[in-house]
Each structure stands twice: as structure tokens, then as C-alpha cells.
């Protein structure tokens, strides 16, 4: 249960739940610092969209 992975960098950790996939603390920090045009940025919407705004069939 507390044991998820974060989506980003796919490590164990805590930050925030969103759907049920977790972005953990240091991503987060991470992708408030960084520049919206950076890669890390690009990273993660992309892995964002791939994990939470896209419906996956169980
Ligand atoms: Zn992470």
C-alpha cells in the first residue's frame, strides 16, 4: 500500500497520489524547479499523460 513507485523515476518513495500513481517528493520538488521547457519537464507531462490521463483496461 505505501509501497509504490514513483511514476518518474520509478523508485520507491512518498510524495503525492494522484489516481493511484504516485509522484514522489523529489520529483515533485524537481518539476517545480525546473524550467517548462526542460527536458525533465517534457518527461514528465509525458509520463503523467501515460500514466494517469490515459484509461488503461485492467
Ligand atoms: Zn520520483
Not at 520509478?10 to 500513481?21: A, D, F, T, V
Not at 517534457?42 to 484509461?55: A, D, G, V, W
Amino acid at each position: 500500500m505505501s509501497n509504490k513507485i514513483c511514476i518518474i523515476c520509478k523508485k520507491h518513495g512518498y510524495g503525492i497520489i494522484i489516481k493511484g500513481k504516485l509522484i514522489c517528493k523529489s520529483c515533485e520538488t524537481k518539476v517545480i524547479e525546473c524550467d517548462l521547457d526542460s527536458e525533465f519537464y517534457k518527461f514528465y507531462k509525458n509520463r503523467l499523460k501515460e500514466e494517469i490521463y490515459t484509461r488503461k483496461s485492467v
